[in-house]
């Protein structure tokens, strides 16, 4: 069965590179140069990640991220 989490991106300023997090994954994360290498990162730590919960048999929660905005201050 396919599932699609979401995936917050930042960009670390100091050293250019790309910050992927799951925010439905506690402790699942990546690192990479480019956006295209993170994606790739990212569907390993996530499958890593689920296949670790799975054998400790921890629920995993559904998706938490109801959306993403700017705020003008």
Not at 31 to 53: F, G, P, Q, R
Not at 58 to 64: A, G, H, N, P
Request: proline share 3%; charged share 30%.
């Amino acid at each position: 069965m396919t599932k699609s989490y979401d995936v917050v991106i930042e960009r670390d300023k100091e050293t250019g590179q790309f910050y992927g997090s799951v925010p439905a994954l506690p402790g699942c994360y990546s690192y990479a140069d480019t956006v295209e290498e993170l994606l790739k990162n990212m569907k390993e730590a996530i499958s890593l990640h689920l296949e670790t919960l799975v054998k400790k048999k921890v629920k995993v929660d559904v998706e938490s991220v109801v959306g993403m905005v700017k705020v003008l201050v």
